[in-house]
């Protein structure tokens, strides 16, 4: 397989129609490509996880990152984008839907996509891409330590998200979980929760929970990063993703 | 864990950002993820003033402890005072 892709910001019309900033990574072998929207965790639309856009292009898929506080502070430095965006109360999750559905229908509109579509986020973007795959035509979701998915929220708490297990009847796409056993936010005890809420609802979905990994296991530049629990994740993403996005 | 938790609160004061001095109008005080500081939650504080834009900030991450300590010695400080 050749390996040469290209990457780069472009902007592409995001809920009611807003014209919003992505990074969009694509292979330029030729070829029919599923897509993947990545959806960015709530430290913002950072270099690390445009490196995942670019790990997503170099297994051959269409992959875009939506910068979801395009709105608040464009051109801004990630981190002032994400503060920025914290004391406004966070993205609402009406816009958010509509920003993927834009980012979906980009990715369906490059000539060669086969027209097939996953998400993917992590922490606040794994409960995003839940909300993704409850509202929009997805064929595979994959929730990365997603937090509030079931569970409220403290008290005193201004951003704008809520539990969404009154979506789970509406999950459309198959959907595989990764989670921290250390997690304390979600906990082992709401993706339990979760879960017996999803085979109560006859959903496909996949979970697993990584024993000694905590919160963004993922995340290659925090103390956080757990390389065993990464690495078997991402070969579980792929393999989903194969499965759901290329049969 | 992804936190979420936040408290808001307007003020008056200056601080000094990127730009030099300037007159901050709002705070965002959040224990969650850090964007620099090498721990998983910080307790962060940004000094704002969003007439001026996003990089208009003065920001800090600071772990529990020195937190708590900063919160003390302000405190006392104003106690005293």
Known sequence: ?247 | MCTYSTRRLPLRGSGKGAQGWMAVTDATVYFDHPAHAPAEHTLNIDFLNPSLGPAARVAVELDRDSASLLADAIRELLAAG
């Open chain 1, 1 to 247: 397989m050749a390996d040469a892709m290209r990457a780069e910001t472009v902007t592409l019309a995001g809920d009611g129609g807003d014209i919003i900033e992505a990074y969009f990574a694509q292979p330029l072998e030729a070829g029919p490509r599923p897509g993947m929207v990545v959806i960015h965790h709530m430290p913002g639309y950072d270099l690390q996880t445009k490196e995942i856009v670019r790990r997503f292009a170099a297994e051959g898929y269409f992959a875009i990152c939506p910068n979801l506080y395009s709105r608040e502070a464009p051109g801004a430095d990630p981190d002032d984008a994400a503060a920025a965006a914290r004391a406004r109360g966070g993205v609402p999750d009406a816009r958010l839907v509509g920003d993927v559905s834009g980012a979906a229908a980009f990715l369906r509109s490059q000539p060669l996509a086969t027209g097939k579509v996953g998400v993917i986020g992590y922490c606040s973007g794994g409960r995003q891409a839940f909300l993704a795959a409850c509202s929009l035509p997805l064929q595979a979701a994959v929730d990365c330590y997603g937090a509030f998915v079931v569970g409220t929220p403290p008290d005193g708490f201004p951003l704008k998200v809520g539990p969404l297990d009154r979506l789970i009847p509406q999950l459309g796409c198959p959907l595989l979980g990764l989670f921290g056993a250390d997690d304390q936010h979600p906990s082992p005890e709401e993706t339990a929760e979760l879960a017996g809420l999803l085979e109560k609802n006859h959903k496909d979905f996949r979970f697993h929970t990584y024993a000694g990994a905590g919160h963004a296991f993922f995340a290659t530049n925090r103390p956080s990063y757990r390389p065993e629990a990464a690495m078997d994740g991402w070969q579980r993403i792929f393999a989903f993703l194969a499965e759901t996005l290329e049969g």
